[in-house]
């Protein structure tokens, strides 16, 4: 039987803020991903636990071409 993914658990967004903005996240589930639209990046969800260090972080600009 295959393992499933550990959930993320939204009501962590009531407390998590951006590392560089302090803006509030949003979660992209299909991603796995806490998004900081202030600062157009992209944090990993791994194991239902979130990676919020900027060397880990995802640029939004990459999904636009730029």
Request: hydrophobic share 45%; no cysteine; aromatic share 4%.
């Amino acid at each position: 039987m295959p393992e499933r993914a550990a959930a993320f658990d939204t009501k962590l967004l009531e407390i998590l803020v951006a590392p560089g903005t302090h803006a509030p996240l949003r979660y992209d589930a299909a991603a796995q991903e806490l998004i900081d639209d202030k600062a157009g990046l992209a944090y990993p969800i791994r194991d239902g636990i979130p990676i919020m260090l900027a060397d880990e972080a995802r640029s939004l600009d990459q999904e636009h071409g730029a």
